[in-house]
């Protein structure tokens, strides 16, 4: 663990199946099938089919495919995973370690994240331990007052681990086990799930079919 402190671990899927834990995780944004992305400008629907468990790994394929959802075409499909309904947390430690996409600039392709989210946005708080922005790595918080966040410690396509330790009103980020800052967030103590997404588009880097894997997550509370 690359997160400094005394912990007892709470969640952890090491993704050695051949299949994803449903006791676990869901497929799809707020809807089960084929489902519209988290963000409008996105360009993939989410699809069960882009989502699978294998060496080790949860991978979630981007694939230039098209699919309907949302009321309009989009050219790619993507997978994306969610504790919703199943698992929630509060105040904690949460790392994951996520292989990112390279791009032929060099950047991270497409628009990979790991994140948690409450139940009634921005009120609730969301937590972007790690998303490709443009390219970039970078960490967020989101809340009523906005966004605040960096991209400080930039890091290419590849194996990383990426850990973030929420802890009264501040969030604090780890990369490879280095911190790489801090969140201020508006006090709200409302328990969040987990997020795993490859997005494509809107925000994210080149526009690649990329596959996104993930090598475990977990979660722990202070001991």
């Given at each position: 663990?690359?997160?400094?402190?005394?912990?007892?671990?709470?969640?952890?899927d090491?993704?050695?199946?051949d299949?994803?834990?449903?006791?676990?995780?869901?497929?799809?944004w707020?809807?089960?099938?084929?489902?519209?992305?988290?963000?409008a400008?996105?360009?993939?629907?989410?699809?069960?089919?882009?989502?699978?468990?294998?060496?080790?790994?949860?991978?979630?394929?981007?694939?230039?495919?098209?699919?309907e959802?949302?009321?309009?075409?989009?050219?790619?499909?993507?997978?994306?995973?969610?504790t919703?309904?199943?698992?929630?947390?509060?105040?904690?430690?949460?790392?994951?370690?996520?292989?990112l996409?390279?791009?032929?600039?060099?950047?991270?392709s497409?628009?990979?994240?790991?994140?948690?989210?409450?139940?009634t946005?921005?009120?609730?708080g969301?937590?972007?331990?790690?998303?490709?922005l443009?390219?970039?790595?970078?960490?967020?918080?989101?809340?009523?007052?906005?966004?605040d966040?960096g991209?400080?410690?930039?890091?290419?396509p590849?194996?990383?681990?990426?850990?973030?330790?929420?802890?009264?009103?501040t969030?604090?980020?780890?990369?490879?086990?280095?911190?790489?800052?801090?969140t201020?967030?508006?006090?709200?103590?409302?328990l969040q799930?987990l997020?795993?997404n490859?997005?494509?588009?809107?925000?994210?880097?080149?526009?690649?079919?990329?596959?996104?894997?993930?090598?475990?997550?977990?979660?722990?509370?202070?001991?």
């Amino acid at each position: 663990m690359g997160i400094p402190g005394d912990w007892t671990p709470v969640f952890d899927d090491e993704f050695n199946g051949d299949s994803l834990d449903s006791a676990n995780w869901n497929t799809g944004w707020h809807g089960s099938g084929v489902t519209a992305p988290v963000t409008a400008s996105e360009l993939a629907c989410y699809a069960p089919g882009q989502v699978s468990v294998g060496g080790g790994y949860l991978h979630l394929d981007a694939a230039l495919e098209n699919q309907e959802c949302g009321g309009r075409s989009r050219p790619y499909a993507s997978g994306l995973v969610d504790t919703d309904g199943l698992h929630e947390f509060g105040q904690g430690a949460f790392e994951a370690r996520i292989y990112l996409p390279a791009a032929p600039d060099g950047g991270v392709s497409d628009w990979p994240a790991f994140w948690t989210d409450g139940q009634t946005w921005p009120s609730d708080g969301e937590m972007d331990v790690m998303e490709s922005l443009s390219g970039e790595t970078c960490y967020h918080y989101h809340d009523s007052s906005g966004a605040d966040g960096g991209c400080s410690y930039t890091l290419g396509p590849g194996w990383h681990v990426f850990g973030a330790d929420w802890e009264g009103d501040t969030v604090t980020y780890y990369f490879d086990g280095r911190k790489v800052g801090s969140t201020p967030t508006d006090g709200s103590t409302a328990l969040q799930y987990l997020v795993l997404n490859n997005a494509v588009g809107a925000y994210g880097g080149q526009v690649e079919p990329a596959d996104m894997l993930v090598d475990y997550v977990r979660v722990w509370k202070r001991a």
